[in-house]
T-cell receptor
Framework: GQNIDQPTEMTATEGAIVQINCTYQ??????LFWYQQHAGEAPTFLSY????GLEEKGRFSSFLSRSKGYSYLLLKELQMKDSASYLC?????????FGTGTRLLVSP | DGGITQSPKYLFRKEGQNVTLSCEQN?????MYWYRQDPGQGLRLIYY???????QKGDIAEGYSVSREKKESFPLTVTSAQKNPTAFYLC?????????????FGDGTRLSIL
């Protein structure tokens, strides 16, 4: 079976750094995706990790530890527009399994 | 511009009625997917198709049907057998069946019961 856990909601201040964690237990694993979804809109691709370690892409970084079944998304220099849901998704057996998402609220 | 187009944006269904949600892509992607999103829940896979004229059930296929007669199109029919159809429906596509390919999403269709 598949089980993916993320915190339901997080709050942070503009300009700060926030880390959104994702833990997973899956029967098949090829890689892990992070998506951003603003309310009522389509998810957009942020990052993909297949090997252990940190992938950096501008203000966003994503980390993966396959042995621990753990990933995190790190957002730096937070901006108001970063207020959104962040979805962790595990890839395996030709499909994605999504976590419930973490709703991030950035305040001034 | 290449992308995925879902229509309509909002749809209302009467009791006992079948409704069809449209999904068209001009990205030349082989694989297409349908997800359902409910408040407080993640995206759940309804059906997916890796190639024309072939599709597989996802985790919550009951009460839904699909077809894949053309590479560009993957319509989803919500049948009267689906007793709780109110949700946000998202269509996605990816270049190939490879699991390392990010999926690109349409803007979604919000379905409600009248």
């Amino acid at each position: 079976g598949q089980n993916i856990d993320q915190p339901t909601e997080m709050t942070a201040t503009e300009g700060a750094i926030v880390q959104i964690n994702c833990t997973y237990q899956t029967s098949g694993f090829n890689g892990l995706f992070w998506y951003q979804q603003h309310a009522g809109e389509a998810p957009t691709f942020l990052s993909y990790n297949v090997l252990d370690g940190l992938e950096e892409k501008g203000r966003f970084s994503s980390f993966l530890s396959r042995s621990k079944g753990y990933s995190y998304l790190l957002l730096k220099e937070l901006q108001m527009k970063d207020s959104a849901s962040y979805l962790c998704a595990v890839s395996g057996f030709q499909k994605l399994v999504f976590g419930t998402g973490t709703r991030l609220l950035v305040s001034p | 511009d290449g992308g995925i187009t879902q229509s309509p944006k909002y749809l209302f269904r009467k009791e006992g009625q079948n409704v069809t949600l449209s999904c068209e892509q001009n990205l030349n992607h082989d694989a297409m997917y349908w997800y359902r999103q409910d408040p407080g829940q993640g995206l759940r896979l309804i059906y997916y198709s890796q190639i024309v004229n072939d599709f597989q059930k996802g985790d919550i296929a009951e009460g839904y049907s699909v077809s894949r007669e053309k590479k560009e199109s993957f319509p989803l029919t919500v049948t009267s057998a689906q007793k709780n159809p109110t949700a946000f429906y998202l269509c996605a596509s990816s270049p190939t069946r490879g699991e390392s390919q990010p999926q690109h999403f349409g803007d979604g269709t919000r379905l409600s019961i009248l």
